[in-house]
């Protein structure tokens, strides 16, 4: 057990430098590139291309000896954000769990600038290539210098000639504990109140598992899965979304905690048959008073999000009946189409009491909870 013990330290280390040697060799390509990038095509394009560098680049640095893997979900979020991203800005809202969390959100296929510690800046060329391509930094411990860096979030969203979303961590910080998420600040949702620009939720999976708090790498498939973006109109809208999105992000990260035998390609086709997300449609978050009506459709009810779960509960009792041999009386049902339409309700009321322990097995492993309608 001790040598077992030494070994799994040892390969965690080996894992960990050879991490640390593909970033080192990594920045030492982006720094010149990004910055002949910035310097002929602007800030958006320097960006993008310090993102495939660096985050592609250190995913797959570390997938080819087989450590980590990582891919952006394909939600209705995702092709709208192909749509309009370019064109529109957001402010990018996702869990923190990692120090690699960057690199995942770097998927996301719209123009996009980091908060980030005003320290790493510092850092030799990793931390250059950082500031060359406009990413904000922050002094978290100085008020004055929090609020001049939200100043400059501001103007980057409300840039007319290229605006340029901004990725804010609503909990401040990496969650020691992940995936349990920390208290979420309100920076992020006053940011998008202020800026008019809609918060686009995002949920980080298994990040945490890549690269946890310590800092030593470690083998995980790595998500990040899209919400629809929000509108933050007003100051009572700000604890309302702010705790629905929390509220999405754990549903979410329970699920593949919960999957079965760790099965996570199975919860993600479920999310992907579900829509992905409890929240409403794009054009009713971002679009014109025309396409959205007069109704109050920017925030969302918590019924929407009751009854998304509900998808997924029903889902999983069809799938139960589909493999639970029938009863007997269900199987003369069957043979008399008739007396089977005439009582539909009966006949589903005997078919969920036959499968009602396997159907409650089944939602504590998938992590889903019944809400009330």
């Known amino acids: ?39 002929l095509f602007g800030h958006r394009w320097a960006k993008r291309l310090h993102e495939i560098i660096l985050g592609y680049g250190s995913l797959m640095w ?23 991203g370019w064109r529109r800005s957001f402010v990018v809202a996702p869990n923190h769990a990692s120090f690699i969390d960057h690199c995942l959100v770097s998927y996301l296929p719209i123009p996009k600038k980091y908060l980030t510690k005003q320290s790493y800046f510092s850092l030799p060329v990793f931390g250059w290539s950082q500031w060359i391509v406009g990413d904000i930094g922050v002094d978290v411990a100085s008020r004055e210098s929090r609020a001049l860096s939200l100043q400059a979030c501001d103007a980057m969203l409300k840039s007319s000639s290229a605006p340029s979303s901004v990725v804010i961590y609503p909990e401040g910080t990496r969650s020691p504990d992940a995936p349990a ?16 620009s809609p918060v686009l939720p995002c949920v980080l999976v298994n990040t945490y598992r890549a690269m946890p708090h310590g800092m030593r790498a470690g ?40 999957a079965p035998d760790g099965d996570i390609e199975a919860v993600t086709a479920q999310i992907e048959r579900c829509a992905g997300v409890p929240l409403p449609p794009y054009h009713a978050a971002v679009g014109t008073p025309a396409e959205t009506g007069d109704l109050p459709m920017h925030l969302v009810d918590l019924e929407v999000f009751g009854a ?30 008739a007396s089977a339409e005439a009582e539909p309700e009966s006949a589903m009321a005997e078919a969920e009491a036959s499968v009602g322990a396997t159907l409650s097995k089944t939602v504590v492993e998938t992590g889903i909870e019944t809400v009330a309608e």
Request: charged share 25%.
């Open 308 to 337: 998304w779960r509900q998808a997924l509960v029903t889902e999983a009792v069809s799938k139960v009946l589909e493999e639970v041999e029938p009863e007997p009386a269900l199987v003369e049902a069957e043979s008399e189409p």
């Open 1 to 39: 057990m001790a040598q077992r013990s030494w070994l799994s330290r040892t390969l965690g280390v080996v894992r960990t430098c050879f991490f640390y040697v593909g970033i080192g060799s990594l920045s030492l390509v982006a720094f010149p590139l990004c910055t002949g990038t910035r310097l």
């Open 219 to 258: 083998y995980a498939e790595m998500l990040i899965i899209t919400g629809q973006p929000l509108r933050v109109e007003s100051e009572e809208d700000i604890p309302r979304v702010r705790e629905l999105v929390r509220d999405w992000m754990a549903f979410i990260l329970e699920l593949y905690e919960n």
């Open 181 to 196: 998420l920390r208290p979420f600040r309100d920076g992020a949702f006053r940011l998008a109140l202020s800026s008019g």
């Open 62 to 84: 570390m997938g080819s000896i087989g450590l980590w893997s990582g891919r952006l979900v394909e939600t209705p979020a995702v092709e709208l954000l192909r749509q309009e």
